[in-house]
């Protein structure tokens, strides 16, 4: 391949609010994008508001234990109907603003104040959106159309996520989530994780517990499964060399002491280690910022140890996390130069080189 054929994505692609725009339609309207865990809506009621770059979205579960989606907003005259992140109701969600009621699926069933027959609530109800689960993550998706079903589009990924399936993800218990917001575009966070050759440099206490990723390649290419061994001996991605007695299932004694990264399109990170699994969620907040929500997930039967303690392991990732923020951050500064039309991918960017060529082609680019 010609140097030409690799250069990165165009710098505007990192700051422009019109491809920002152009983004919103044509990528985070129409893919499946990670929103949060199924036991964040374990009971008929339970909700979250989630943002789908710059639309709101409310899930909930409906009293036959389905999951359903709705833009959230009020059919009567547009108002934002829940303001909280996290909640639960009895039955319905009520308007602020003049009190009509929806059901937990979505159906407009009170208009105080205004006799049945001066609407059709039939025609009122909230307006739904798709949503699945996969492993315990729900992915909703905006399309106008109908998506490819979530699996199959998580199978047809470059980074398959689908090989983590055997660790039954969906058993795992979120113990602690942090959220940072970090001044970058989305695609320098995702480029940033895509490669190690940053490693060495901007993360010395990663590459002691890591000691592949002082060589700067992300992976051990004596390795088929794409693990990465820990030298600790432990099982977490933490510098806490103790190993955890409860492995995730579908783990030998080599995986155990692995760590394993997939880069979800377009916004989760699953790392998972031999005794638990850490999730980066991406929210793209405008062209140049991205809030970042964490996940710290482990084995209810981990939990249940007296002497549990999940401390070593959010401190080690939240310091790792911090770095790669405060560099992303360095990239989104200077990007917008003058002197800087597009970058470059060395060999070790091969993942880089992945992602924006995906990237192109769900943007009609190549
Ligand atoms: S805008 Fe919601 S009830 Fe009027
Ligand atoms: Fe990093």
């Not at 994505?9 to 152009?22: K, R, T």
């Amino acid at each position: 391949m010609t140097p030409e054929a690799r250069h990165t994505l165009p710098a505007d692609h990192y700051y422009s609010a019109e491809q920002y725009a152009v983004e919103q339609e044509q990528l985070w309207y129409e893919q499946w994008v990670y929103v949060g865990r199924a036991d964040q809506v374990a009971d008929p009621g339970q909700f979250l508001t989630v943002d789908i770059a710059g639309q709101n979205v409310l899930v909930t579960r409906n009293d036959d234990g389905g999951i359903r989606a709705f833009y959230n907003v009020c059919s009567h005259r547009g108002a934002v109907l829940c303001d909280e992140t996290r909640g639960a109701t009895k039955a319905v969600f009520q308007c602020p603003y003049h009190a009509w009621c929806y059901d937990l699926n979505g159906a407009l069933v009170a208009t105080p104040r205004v006799d049945k027959d001066e609407v059709d609530r039939s025609a009122l109800g909230l307006k739904p959106v798709h949503v699945d689960d996969w492993q315990g993550f729900i992915f909703v998706n905006l399309s106008r159309s109908t998506p490819t079903p979530l699996r199959e589009a998580l199978d047809g990924h470059y980074d398959s996520p689908l090989r983590f399936e055997k660790h039954k993800m969906e058993h795992l218990v979120t113990v602690q989530r942090t959220e940072s917001v970090v001044a970058a575009n989305w695609k320098i966070l995702i480029e940033n994780y895509n490669e190690c050759l940053h490693c060495p440099i901007v993360h010395p206490e990663l590459v002691e517990v890591v000691p592949t990723y002082r060589t700067g390649e992300t992976g051990d290419r004596s390795r088929v499964d794409g693990g990465v061994p820990l030298i600790t001996g432990g099982t977490s991605y933490s510098d806490d060399p103790r190993a955890r007695r409860a492995v995730l299932p579908g783990m030998n004694e080599e995986m155990a002491h692995s760590i394993y990264g997939s880069q979800v399109f377009p916004n989760m990170f699953i790392d998972v280690a031999g005794s638990n699994v850490v999730t980066t969620r991406l929210v793209p907040e405008g062209p140049v910022q991205t809030r970042v929500l964490t996940e710290y997930l482990f084995l209810p039967e981990d939990i249940a140890e007296p002497d549990f303690d999940h401390s070593t392991v959010v401190d080690f990732c939240e310091l790792v996390g911090g770095q790669d923020y405060a560099v992303s951050e360095r990239v989104q500064r200077g990007i917008t130069s003058r002197g800087f039309a597009h970058g470059v991918y060395p060999a070790k960017d091969d993942y880089v080189h992945q992602f924006n060529q995906y990237y192109r082609k769900v943007m009609h680019e190549s």
